[in-house]
């Protein structure tokens, strides 16, 4: 059964970068397809971003679009987010989940109330604050 672990999170000042990562076991993460999302305290599951099996086909929800960056390593069976340009309401939990149906995942990355997914993470904690 896939598991998936997600690690990067920290603290980072305004205009900083940091590089979140979400680690498979138990299974490949391959052909899922992977999701980002986080959830800020007091506030509704955001979806961010997702990425396909192959790699070949990304989404990104405006909110982040153009500051952050996901992409795979299949063979380290690893998904990255790259996050550029942090900004104090990018703060919150982050979470990767994966599903095998990249529709289905897109779909839920655009309605988070959705919450069929195969996989989910633990979440890693993420604060921009100087």
């Known amino acids: 059964q896939l598991q998936l672990v997600e690690s990067g999170g920290g603290l980072v000042q305004p205009g900083g970068t940091l590089t979140l990562s979400c680690a498979a076991s138990?299974?490949?993460?391959?052909?899922?397809?992977i999701g980002w999302f986080r959830q800020a305290p007091g506030k509704e599951r955001e979806g961010l971003s997702c990425?396909?099996?192959?790699?070949?086909?990304?989404y990104y929800a405006d909110s982040v679009k153009g500051r952050f960056t996901i992409s795979r390593d299949n063979s380290k069976n690893t998904v990255h987010l790259q996050m550029n340009s942090l900004k104090p309401e990018d703060t919150a939990v982050y979470y990767c989940?994966?599903?095998?149906?990249?529709?289905?995942?897109?779909?839920?990355?655009?309605?988070?109330?959705?919450?069929?997914?195969?996989?989910w993470g633990q979440g890693t904690v993420v604060t921009v604050s100087s």
């Open positions: 990425i396909d099996s192959s790699g070949e086909t990304t």
């Open positions: 989940a994966a599903d095998l149906v990249h529709t289905r995942l897109l779909a839920t990355i655009l309605t988070p109330r959705l919450n069929a997914l195969d996989a």
């Open positions: 138990g299974s490949t993460l391959y052909p899922y397809a």
